[in-house]
């Protein structure tokens, strides 16, 4: 007999827009003596598999209309759904009304995410908004006292085992639980077409807005050891590490995560060539060459101490070339859009090292949000995808061909460097990076310091920092950051501009024989 809590399933109605396991499930069913409602396509599988069934249609002697729009919005569906069991009155109305109890529930719904990331026109997005389906869900999980509600196709097995080990019945802790992640569907399902269609109008920041995702991770722990974390895919369709493909290497960590993801997004900035090396969500060393490997040698060559343990994230297939100079150094995970079957053999030597593959590169420019929580609330920006169009020359020289190319790196690398963030770069590799420091003129001593005691470690007499340019992602509030980049041997400097001291830091540029130029354009990443 099935315990006191438990109960027993007699009426199963099955609707579901993903086949998988459909008739597995539905023959499990009906080989337990449960009748079987169904819809359309998906009674069609089942009775072409042998599997009894009958038509909701039949069951409510009302049609399907409107082009199958209005099938089991209905008072026999909902009602055998939502009744209480062992009400008196809802057992009277039931009676009166003929309506069948309906104990199990198994719905997923229309494509809508995947026909929205297919690129479909408006028509074909909305056609594949879920009516009937939410309603339902929400219907079984509310009576989630007598009814099993099941919304994702890999939970069929658990079902059958938890009907099996109960004599055909569910436990109200089992329901309870399904309940729960029923209803966490229909919200993250809502959720993306509200975000879809507030795109659809133009509302960036509409009065209400909500966001749902897909667990595809739980972690070991999150930034340290005592914090829980988990990763969920959700949001915008955009290549990178949440939609990778892991080809090898341990599972991602939370700070994984978190740093693969800044070292991408650097290198999409590029169109040349480019690789970054990526050490606590700030760069190492970024380069742009004619190679991959070069540029896997200069990005290297900038911070090679600080590269130990860190990210490498290229925009380009990884050849074996470079495979083979990665794997010298300790990497944690390696990001690229394809990588070659030499350079797979080659990282395959290091079984932990995780190597990540995109199969496209994320679009710099394109819009998107990012969030980030607060005590009580989030705060929603849009990213920072600025592309830095035009520059004013505000200093007596101005920059020569080749100052000018270094600036522009140099400011695009600046716009993922922690705040602030100070970067030297000469031949668009950087020579020194300063970052996440409470004053700019601090972050400019320290990239300085990183330019010369690399120098020093590789045997070299000249700081690094000599003749390059610097970048810096806000203004120099004094004149004293930029006088300390001058100490180090810059010979030009681009910044926003907008200081209140703005003619002095001229002046001082001046005074030395500098070319600067102002972007009107901050970079600030905290």
Not at 277 to 284: D, G, T
Not at 308 to 313: D, H, L, R, S
């Amino acid at each position: 007999m099935p315990p006191p809590s438990s109960s027993r399933i007699r009426r199963a109605l099955i609707s579901v827009s993903d086949k998988t396991d459909l008739v597995e499930f539905g023959r499990f069913l009906s080989d337990n003596g449960i009748e079987v409602l169904s819809t359309g396509g998906t009674a069609n599988v089942l009775r072409d598999a042998g599997v009894q069934v009958t038509e909701v249609s039949d069951h409510t002697g009302f049609p399907e209309i409107l082009d199958g729009r209005v099938k089991t919005l209905q008072p026999l569906i909902h009602g055998g759904l939502l009744a209480k069991r062992g009400d008196p009155d809802h057992q009277r109305a039931m009676d009166e009304l003929g309506i069948a109890p309906i104990d199990l529930l198994a719905v997923n719904l229309y494509p809508f995410e995947a026909t929205v990331a297919e690129g479909a026109d408006f028509d074909a997005c909305v056609e594949n908004i879920d009516i009937g389906g939410p309603a339902m869900i929400r219907a079984a999980a509310k009576n989630h006292e007598s009814v099993t509600v099941v919304v994702d196709p890999a939970d069929y097995g658990i079902v059958m085992k938890e009907m099996k080990a109960n004599g055909g019945a569910t436990t109200a802790s089992f329901r309870k639980r399904l309940a729960a992640k029923a209803y966490a569907r229909t919200g993250a399902y809502d959720a993306a077409i509200g975000g879809w269609f507030n795109e659809q109008v133009g509302e960036t920041f509409p009065d209400r807005i909500a966001f749902g995702g897909k667990l595809g991770q739980i972690m070991r722990h999150g930034e340290n050891p005592h914090q829980l974390a988990a990763f969920y895919r959700g949001g915008e369709c955009r290549p990178g590490v949440a939609s990778a493909e892991q080809i090898q290497g341990k599972e991602l960590s939370y700070n994984n995560f978190n740093d693969t993801d800044t070292a991408f997004e650097l290198v999409a900035e590029f169109e040349p060539t480019a690789l970054a090396i990526i050490k606590h969500a700030n760069p190492c060393g970024v380069a742009v060459s004619a190679t991959l490997v070069d540029s896997y040698a200069m990005a290297l060559a900038c911070d090679p101490e600080s590269a130990f343990g860190g990210i490498v994230a290229c925009n380009r297939a990884l050849d074996a070339a470079t495979a083979e100079e990665i794997v010298k150094l300790f990497t944690e995970v390696v990001i690229a859009p394809e990588v070659d079957p030499a350079a797979r053999k080659i990282l395959a030597a290091k079984e932990n090292l995780r190597v990540l593959v995109t199969g496209a590169m994320p679009d710099a420019a394109a819009p998107g949000m990012s969030l980030k929580s607060l005590a009580g609330g989030f705060l929603l920006q849009g990213r920072d995808n600025a592309v830095l169009e035009e520059m004013k020359v505000v200093t007596r020289r101005a920059p020569t061909e080749a100052e000018m190319a270094d600036l522009e790196f140099a400011f695009t690398v600046c716009k993922h460097v922690k705040s602030n963030a100070i970067v030297y770069a000469k031949n668009k590799v950087t020579v020194g990076i300063g970052g996440g420091q409470t004053s700019r003129v601090n972050s400019s001593r320290v990239a300085a310091w990183k330019a010369e005691d690399t120098a020093r470690a590789a045997g070299e007499k000249t700081s690094r920092a000599a003749g390059s340019v610097v970048a810096s992602d806000a203004f120099f509030p004094f004149a004293d950051g930029l006088l300390a980049a001058a100490g180090a041997g810059v010979t030009a400097i681009i910044q926003p501009g907008g200081s209140r001291r703005d003619d002095e830091v001229i002046a001082a540029a001046d005074e030395r024989g500098l070319a600067m130029v102002f972007t009107g354009m901050r970079h600030f990443r905290h």
